[in-house]
């Protein structure tokens, strides 16, 4: 009998952790990425990127149209402007920057009307894509885009 009792008592805690662990497997994957804006994406080493970030779950999370922001001190008056930066634009790249997921900090869904959202919008329509054919001279397009 005593047997029996400490059976369904080793039953029961098997039963919670299983419980306990699919609970936060579920609640894990919940994290919703706003698939129509864009991300701030915040990385361990203190660097943060803006793009469309993919499947946060993955182990590599694809970051697409990735800007990156920098940091400039103009004059005398010690005054500070951020410029926001296409990520792959010096090497021509596919446009996507793959994360690993474990670097990841956390992410945050960027507003529409958010500064950053505004700045890289007015750098788009700007700048001109580039054509399928190779340039002898360079183009005079910007590559930055000031976020004030």
Not at 47 to 66: I, K, S, W
Not at 100 to 118: G, M, P, R, W, Y
Not at 131 to 138: G, L, R, V
């Amino acid at each position: 009998m005593r047997n029996a009792r400490w059976q369904w008592i080793i039953v029961f805690i098997i039963i919670l952790i299983t419980a306990g662990l699919v609970g936060f497997t579920v609640r894990r994957k919940t994290i919703t990425v706003n698939k129509g804006n864009r991300q701030a994406v915040y990385l361990t080493n203190g660097q943060v990127y803006f793009g469309y970030l993919g499947d946060p779950n993955a182990t590599y999370v694809a970051l697409r149209d990735p800007f990156y922001p920098q940091s400039e001190q103009t004059g005398s008056n010690a005054r500070r402007t951020i410029t926001l930066n296409p990520l792959g634009e010096t090497y021509t790249t596919e446009n996507v920057m793959y994360i690993n997921q474990k670097q990841i900090l956390h992410f945050e869904n960027l507003a529409d009307n958010s500064k950053v959202n505004t700045a890289i919008n007015n750098f788009k329509d700007t700048t001109t894509s580039p054509s399928p054919s190779i340039a002898t001279t360079p183009s005079p397009t910007p590559t930055s885009t000031p976020l004030n």
